[in-house]
């Protein structure tokens, strides 16, 4: 549901911007031209689906029209995108009783209409009562330009009796759009122009969301999270595209790992079965945790883990709360160091997707962000303080009582005489730089003011404040690769999406050549484990082509094939039949790369690929 909002929160702008255009344009507002809206895509092509979707909704829910999205393959001449046209809009409200329909109750009132007569969309149009007709072409680009240009015109001389309102998704630029229709047309168009903006920082959002959100039991380990985000990078990834991967991490978990029953929110003594509590005991955090309670002398806690399974089951699940709750707690100090850098206001801040990803591979307790924070509390003010010391009280999860210091940090301030802020040693203000020269070389020296009273004290308060924030970001920014039962919540292997979505398409070519039948349904009960007939002729070849050395006589070839596919004697399928398949066999292998012709001999073909190479 979160990630749901983020998407409809990145289209509610662009929304609002269209549904007031398709409300208020009309063809007595454009002189006659048919209201049209240009919207610019860019990469993020996935968006205009997604808002198109939510425009139609908005138009039916409010009883003034809908849309009408078509694709360039539904457009290849002017009848054929007419018949779509009619039947997309009247089934997307009545559906295909109703298209039929609208046929029966057209051959009552006169002659039976045809299917892409324009008369039986301005019946339903009557009947429904639509005031706006939306066409939204998505693909602006790919339809066929005189096939577009006469649809314009068709819709231009129909605007008086249907409401008409154009919508283009343009992926290049309005300009080169433009460009590519007639003068006549373009004078028939008249409208505004839109653009969606780069959904660059919503892939963020969603992972931000994924991570730190309340109730969160399984988390994206580091390496996998890097993975993700170098391909969003690469891809010009859609924020659904990045959506897909994130739900197959959690399902290959779910799936694969049967230790993630321990996620469940009720779970039952029933599960305290013996091959759960081994595979407990195979694991790495297992081996860890129980080397430290040897080195802290526990050997009789270790022992009973490794022998009885209740204690160890009961165990388990003390533990995996604790850790829980700990990983929960790292991702809200993550938010709170966010706070802390708006509030300090430093050159250089971080964004909460790489302090996320710094927090769960557990470098974030060293980096140079935490510690930039930290030198930067020490050079506050009083003024910055308070400030300071009251957005930390706004932030949620176990940060400390900071009200204490609080008060003291007013009783400061209240008796000091000057009209200046307090400042510490650590502040800037309070040291001064010296120069000397000596035989030829610039000396620089940092000396200290004397500080008042005042400052010493505030001095010791900003120290105490600096120790209680330093102790909190220590306990809380744990390395969650450090923690017992780490394999249960939080995953992190690459290799099953890399398989997937990084998919190796010639291991995959190479393995249905060689064994058609592990993809494929057989007709024969016999198990087909060889070369045969039944295979396919590219198989068949290809299976040949394995066995055959770096040049490979045509001829030899021809009759391998013949061979098996007809039989000595010819009886399943004469010479010709299957010359014509040897030949389309060899024709998709050159294709996909495997042979070439030899320069050598004019009646050989070369390998070009071998298997496994």
């Not at 001999?601 to 690929?609: E, F, G, R, Y």
Request: hydrophobic residues 40%.
């Amino acid at each position: 549901m979160q990630v749901k909002a983020i998407l409809q929160e990145l289209d509610s702008g662009i929304l609002e911007d269209i549904a007031c255009f398709i409300n208020t344009a009309s063809p007595e507002t454009y002189s006659g031209r048919i209201p049209t809206a240009l919207v610019t895509i860019g990469s993020n092509v996935t968006a205009l689906t997604r808002l198109l979707g939510r425009l139609h909704l908005r138009l039916v829910e409010e009883k003034k029209g809908e849309v009408v999205l078509l694709e360039s393959g539904d457009a290849p001449n002017l009848k054929t995108v007419l018949k779509n046209i009619i039947r997309t809009a009247v089934t997307n409200t009545e559906g295909n009783e109703g298209y039929q329909k609208l046929f029966t109750d057209s051959t009552v009132k006169g002659p039976r209409l045809l299917p892409y007569d324009l008369n039986l969309l301005q019946e339903y149009v009557k009947h429904r009562g639509v005031k706006k007709l939306v066409l939204a072409f998505r693909d602006s680009e790919a339809f066929d330009q005189g096939v577009l240009n006469d649809l314009l015109s068709l819709i231009s001389s129909w605007l008086d009796r249907i409401p008409f309102t154009l919508l283009f998704g343009i992926s290049t630029s309005i300009e080169l759009f433009e460009g590519r229709l007639p003068r006549s047309i373009v004078a028939l168009l008249e409208g505004r122009c839109f653009e969606i903006h780069d959904a660059g920082d919503s892939v963020d959002r969603i992972y931000n969301s994924v991570q730190t959100s309340q109730n969160v039991k399984l988390w994206i380990g580091p390496h996998l999270s890097s993975f993700f985000f170098e391909r969003a990078r690469d891809y010009f990834q859609s924020p659904e595209g990045f959506i897909r991967e994130v739900k197959y991490a959690y399902m290959s978990h779910f799936f694969a790992n049967p230790l993630s029953v321990f996620l469940s929110d009720d779970i039952s003594a029933t599960l305290q079965q013996t091959e759960l509590c081994e595979a407990i005991r195979n694991l790495p955090s297992f081996r860890r945790f129980c080397e430290s309670l040897l080195d802290a002398g526990n050997s009789e806690y270790v022992r009973n883990l490794l022998s009885d399974d209740k204690f160890l089951f009961d165990e388990v699940m003390k533990n995996l709360e604790t850790c829980l709750y700990k990983m929960g707690s790292l991702f809200r100090t993550v938010k709170t160091i966010l706070t802390i850098q708006r509030v300090l206001k430093l050159p250089r801040v971080s964004s909460a997707t790489e302090l996320t990803l710094q927090a769960v591979a557990g470098e974030l307790r060293n980096s140079s962000m935490v510690q930039d924070v930290l030198v930067a509390m020490k050079k506050l003010d009083s003024e910055g303080l308070s400030t300071f010391l009251t957005a930390l009280q706004s932030c949620e999860g176990n940060v400390p009582d900071f009200q204490g210091y609080q008060e003291e940090l007013a009783v400061l301030v209240k008796s000091q005489g000057s009209a200046g802020p307090l400042r510490s040693k650590y502040d800037d203000q309070n040291a001064t730089v010296k120069t000397t020269i000596f035989e030829q070389r610039v000396n620089l020296s940092r000396t200290q003011t004397q500080l008042s009273e005042q400052d010493t004290q505030y001095t010791k308060l900003v120290e105490r404040c600096y120790e209680a924030l330093d102790e909190y970001l220590a306990q809380n920014l744990i390395n969650p690769q450090e923690l017992f039962l780490n394999e249960i919540f939080v995953f992190d292997l690459k290799k099953p999406l890399k398989d997937t979505f990084v998919p190796r398409a010639r291991f995959a070519i190479e393995r249905a050549l060689s064994s058609p039948f592990d993809y494929l349904i057989s007709a024969s009960d016999k198990v087909e484990g060889h070369l045969s007939a039944r295979q396919p002729e590219t198989a068949i070849l290809y299976q040949l082509y394995l066995e055959s050395g770096s040049l490979v006589n045509i001829y030899d070839l021809w009759r391998a094939f013949y061979t098996i596919t007809g039989g000595e004697e010819g009886e399943s399928c004469d010479e010709r039949s299957a010359l014509m398949l040897f030949y389309r066999a060899l024709s998709e292998l050159k294709a996909l790369g495997m042979v070439k012709g030899s320069r050598k001999k004019i009646d050989h073909v070369s390998k070009s690929a071998w298997r496994g190479l």
